[in-house]
């Protein structure tokens, strides 16, 4: 008996999916999307292979939140420089720059491997409707 190791998809292989993230709590949003770029929704999903798909999300301005993570969930980066601990709510990044609400949280639930920045860079996030990913007919998925 002999193991099946799957070949590593080429670019125009991949599959393409559609989530309209209005109304739909984050983290729901954010296991769909990290289940579907690591490819872990196909069959021949192998962990060490890069084998997922495409992914885009619409409306990541209207996502919700529950609870109190409007004023509770907090950001931080620091810059290195004693003093310099900047702090961001969940309410204000959702304000100022939504996408990136959506994508720190897909961003921890994807493997911590050499894999990850490539996984991530076919997640995309737009706020609106407008994705201009219609000429390759992604696959609406409803959540």
């Known amino acids: 008996m002999k193991t099946f190791v799957p070949k590593q998809k080429a670019g125009n292989e991949r599959k393409w999916y559609l989530i309209d993230a209005k109304d739909v ?16 929704n196909s069959t021949d999903f ?34 290195q420089y ?6 961001v709510t969940a309410g204000e990044m959702l304000e100022k720059t939504p996408t990136r609400l959506l994508e720190l949280a897909v961003y921890g639930m994807v493997a911590k491997n050499k894999l990850r920045s490539d996984r991530m860079k076919r997640l995309k ?14 696959e609406l998925i409803t959540l």
């Open 25 to 40: 709590v984050l983290g729901k949003v954010a296991v769909e999307a990290a289940r579907i770029i690591q490819g872990k």
């Open 46 to 79: 192998i962990d060490f292979i890069d084998v997922g798909d495409n992914l885009v999300i619409i409306n990541a301005d209207k996502i919700k939140l529950t609870g109190n993570k409007l004023e509770g969930k907090k950001y931080y980066t620091h810059s």
């Open 82 to 87: 004693i003093g310099h601990l900047k702090t």
């Open 125 to 138: 996030l737009f706020i609106g409707t407008d994705h201009g990913h219609e000429a390759q007919q992604p």
